[in-house]
């Protein structure tokens, strides 16, 4: 193998092989722009040295003949000691990780060498300036030498001098302070300075790979889904000198506004000054503009770098310079980093300016940066008190008064309060408060705990685990850092940043929700005419999600049960429902008549209960098909176990006993005796794997016909209405076919009966879900009954893996994503092997039997960016996600076809 590679040989693509900055580094060489010479060693050396923990032999031999002819090009040698070669010896990953790993600078000065720099620069303190930088970088990153050691000599140096900045020491001063840094050196290591150039170069380069592993790192890489065995290249790059007085500097700047994206010369530039000075901050920055007054020619060819890096990548870059003696030289560029209002404006600008295509624009924008769009956001400018930082969930600026409970959530609600529900973490029982609470925090928990997935699904921002909460339900308060926040308190959470604040922070409402709600023209009307970056930005955004909707293959349907939510659905381009839960029609008032259809003590008794929610049922349906008339309604028929709809066993025995401790009698007791005699009957040690779905409907005799029939007689009063409803029958939980034969048989005389009864024709597919591991092998059976496929993923999911949901989620998974079993959740990002093997199984299958079948999937998956590229590439037809998600959903979809 080769490990190093000369600047010369490289091009922009080979980042996984020479990291980002060699890769760039080489490519702007290549272009023929101002760059050091120098060589990098690659990625694959580094993995070999994690492998074996020593550099392999070669690389040895390969960076002595790079070293060579670096020499030879320069006619200086490293650390010479009259007219040294000086290197740089920088890490540089695949990936950007900024301010993760080393950079050491000055490598080649020793107490020689420092004298030979000084007569050829004939400057003597830039040269002791050089040295001191040397042995403090090489001491803390090579040595492992704290810091603060080097940085507190430094002060106290200036202190003596009565200077502030580094500026104002002389050269005696630095050649003072270089002694002391040996000093340090000696006694912090045990060892002396290392005075071999060479030495210097090998320790660096084997510092800098070490630097990968840091827990840093490591920590930043789990975040950012990046993975650990990648390894870091390291670029050896020929000294430039900033530092060599008031014509020479350091500088940073980006071809656009990476927080706006309005195009210009960006930038912060430092004059006599060195590598990270700028970003340290030690020193105020000047603009470019004042860089421009300084240095015009250097500006005017810095400008012209970027017009050329900017063309040849067609995007905005990120550049690092340095300025020796009014000479620019390019040490760094790369595709910049940007905000989600600046990707989408730089994309449109850059078709406007014909450097992309549309399709190439829709590459440079996420679905996730169009989420952070279209959430009203804290005006950042105001006043704000900080009081924590949790986890950002769901994003979103809620402002609202704190309450601890369900109950509370509901009540203020009603008032017309707006509220954020505090709790340490959120059950199914906080449904109705997480739904009348403009935002959630809890002190517990992941980005995949319940309140998040729950607020996350209704778009409700939601802040998880700000684990410096002391959350008191029963005393209704919460205490951070001796503040104590009181039920009625005001509080901020913004679900972008996990940021809390104490009190109100203005928000400012978002205009692209307004776009997507009623159009371009609508959200237009309602900007201000000179507000032209946001005017831009609804206007990008169009044009990129305009262009997806034109080249997406999947169709984007809705998780609704509501006329409400399908509305929604409709409004913000959901071509159908593809999952209507009939559960949720079930709650409420209705309960009772569940109760009384469980507790029935004959046939008659059970009919007059199913009698009682035929109307009910047929007119939420009614309902759902006026709304999304002409688009298909998926009905999912009852799937939850029973007892969800009973009340709590433990409540409930309790209540039983008591009354009868006080011998109490009556309707009421007697009641509750037989509704206890019924839990009991259908409580279940694992409710996820027991009687529910399909196995509902064969065992309780007239709940999926009354279902059925509900859907019949709503299709046909549409019919009637002059409407095209387009109803669909879709069976849960089914793993074999014969459980499809009988609810089909069944579902096929009820469609006859109604069909006659209303003289109408009833066209109504059914299909099956397909959630199971046994549906999926046997799907090919499936789909001799079933008309459409809609894959179940979350149970799927936790069928596949064995493990549910609820249990698994705060218990034990953040070990796992931390131990690298997964990197994300399966819940959240579909398993793409296990489930989606199975997945693709079945679409196979299903289609050697029935063509023409219709598949879709729905759950949270159907939201989700990567698992929606997947479905794209596994040929689904559709995919279904709740309302809030359906923008991001098509652009995503747009992006897999492109
Ligand atoms: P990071 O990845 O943290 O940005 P770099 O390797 O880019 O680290 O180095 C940081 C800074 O050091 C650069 O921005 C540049 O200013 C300076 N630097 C690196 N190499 C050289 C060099 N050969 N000549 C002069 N300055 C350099
Ligand atoms: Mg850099
Ligand atoms: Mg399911």
């Known amino acids: ?110 107490d020689a060498s420092v004298q030979g720099l000084a007569k050829f620069a004939g400057d003597e303190r830039f040269a002791w300036d050089s040295y001191r930088r040397l042995i403090q970088m090489f001491g803390k990153t090579v040595l492992g030498i704290d810091g603060e050691l080097f940085s507190d000599a430094l002060d106290a140096a200036k202190k003596a001098r009565g200077v502030t900045a580094d500026t104002g020491l002389t050269a005696d001063d630095l050649r003072e302070l270089v002694g002391e840094f040996k000093q340090i050196v000696l006694e912090q290591s045990g060892r002396e300075f290392p005075q071999h150039p060479r030495e210097q ?52 700047c980006f071809t656009r506004d990476p927080s706006t994206g309005v195009p210009g010369d960006y930038g912060d530039y430092l004059p006599n000054a060195q590598g990270e000075d700028v970003v340290a901050g030690i020193r105020n920055t000047l603009s470019l503009a004042d860089f421009e007054k300084l240095n015009p020619q250097a500006f005017g060819e810095l400008r012209q770098v970027m017009r050329r890096l900017e063309t040849h990548y067609r995007d905005l870059c990120d550049i690092e310079f340095t300025v020796e003696r009014g000479k620019l030289w390019m040490l760094q560029t790369r595709v910049g980093k940007r905000t989600a209002a600046a990707a989408f404006r730089i994309a449109h600008q850059l078709v406007e300016e014909n450097l992309i295509t549309k399709d190439e624009a829709l590459e440079r924008v996420t679905g996730e940066q169009l989420s952070k769009l279209m959430f009203p956001q804290f005006d950042a400018s105001a006043q704000r008190t900080l009081l924590a930082t949790g986890m950002a969930a769901s994003p979103g600026a809620a402002v609202g008064q704190a309450v601890f409970s369900s109950a509370t959530a509901m009540e203020w609600k009603a008032q017309g309060k707006d509220v954020i529900l505090v709790r340490r973490e959120t059950n199914p029982d906080d449904l109705g408060g997480m739904i009348a609470s403009v935002g959630v925090l809890t002190s517990r928990g992941g980005k995949t705990s319940h309140a998040a997935v729950v607020a996350r699904g209704m778009g409700t921002t939601c802040v998880v685990g700000a684990e410096s909460l002391e959350v008191d339900v029963t005393a209704r308060e919460f205490s951070v850092k001796g503040k104590v926040v009181r039920e009625g308190d005001t509080i901020a959470i913004d679900g972008s940043t996990g940021e809390i604040f104490l009190g109100a ?13 009623d159009g371009l023209e609508a959200a237009l009307d309602e900007l201000p005419e000179d507000d032209e970056e946001t005017r831009e930005l609804v206007v990008a955004v169009d044009t990129i999600i305009t262009h997806a909707d034109t080249v997406r293959t999947l169709r984007v349907h809705a998780n609704a049960d509501t006329p409400e939510d399908a509305h ?98 009556g309707e009421e007791v007697e009641r509750d005796k037989t509704l206890l005699a019924a839990v009991e009957k259908t409580r279940e040690a694992n409710p996820m794997l027991g009687l529910r779905g399909v196995r509902l409907g064969i065992v309780i005799p007239g709940l999926f016909a009354l279902q059925m029939r509900a859907i019949a007689e709503a299709q046909a009063a549409r019919i009637k209405a002059g409407g095209t409803p387009k109803a669909e029958i879709m069976i849960p939980l089914a793993a074999s076919v014969m459980e499809l034969h009988l609810v089909k ?141 359906i923008p991001v959903a098509r652009l995503e979809a747009g992006r897999a076809a492109v």
């Not at 690659?42 to 670096?70: I, S």
């Not at 928000?507 to 709600?517: D, H, N």
């Not at 039997?849 to 037809?877: M, N, Q, W, Y």
Request: proline share 5%; charged share 25%.
């Open 201 to 252: 170069l090998d320790l660096a380069i084997e510092a800098v790979f070490n630097s990968w592993n840091t827990e840093r790192a490591r920590l930043y890489r789990r975040r950012e889904r990046i993975s650990d065995d990648l390894g870091t290249a390291v670029n050896v790059v020929a000294m430039v000198f900033g530092n060599l007085g008031d014509d020479s500097g350091t500088g940073v």
């Open 568 to 665: 929604r659905a409709r409004a913000w381009g959901g071509q159908g429902i593809g999952l209507c839960r009939t559960e949720h029609m079930f709650l409420g008032d209705r309960r009772v008549l569940i109760e009384r259809l469980i507790l029935a003590k004959d046939e008659a008794e059970q009919q007059k209960a199913l009698d009682a929610l035929l109307p009910l049922q047929r007119e939420d349906f009614v309902g759902l098909l006026t709304e999304m008339d002409g688009l298909p309604v998926t009905i999912r028929l009852i799937d939850p176990p029973l007892h969800e709809f009973l009340p709590d066993y433990t409540e409930l025995s309790v209540k039983v006993a008591l009354a009868a401790e006080r011998g109490e009698t």
């Open 505 to 517: 922070v203005p928000v400012v409402p978002s205009p692209v929700v307004r776009y997507l709600e």
């Open 1 to 110: 193998v080769k490990y190093v590679y000369d600047f010369s040989e490289g091009n922009k693509d080979l980042k996984d092989l020479l990291g980002g900055k060699g890769a760039n580094l080489a490519e702007m060489t290549n272009l023929g722009l101002p760059v050091p010479p120098g060589f990098t060693i690659t990625t694959d050396a580094c993995r070999t040295y994690m492998g074996t923990g020593v550099l392999p032999p070669e690389l040895r031999v390969e960076v002595t003949m790079a070293l060579r002819r670096l020499e030879d090009e320069l006619g200086r040698s490293l650390g010479d000691f009259h007219d040294p070669l000086l290197v740089s010896v920088r890490s540089g990953a695949k990936f950007s990780m900024p301010g993760m790993m080393e950079t050491v600078l000055n490598v080649g000065l020793n």
């Open 745 to 885: 048989d069944e579902a096929e005389v009820i469609l006859a009966t109604v069909a006659q009864e209303q003289g109408v024709e009833l066209d109504i597919p059914v299909g099956a879900m397909i959630e199971l591991p046994r549906a999926a092998f046997t799907a090919d059976r499936m789909a001799d009954v079933a008309e459409f496929f809609s894959f179940g993923t979350n149970d799927l999911t936790q069928t596949t893996w064995g493990f549910s949901r609820d249990d698994v989620e705060g218990a034990f998974f953040n070990q796992y994503t931390e131990k690298g079993v997964f990197n994300v959740s399966p819940f959240e990002s579909l398993d793409t092997q296990g489930v989606g093997g199975l997945v693709k199984m079945a679409v196979e299958k299903g289609r050697a039997t029935r063509p023409d079948i219709k598949l879709g999937v729905c759950g949270e998956h159907g939201g989700d960016p990567d698992s929606i590229h997947f479905f794209h590439g596994a040929g689904l037809d559709y995919v279904s996600c709740s309302p809030f998600r």
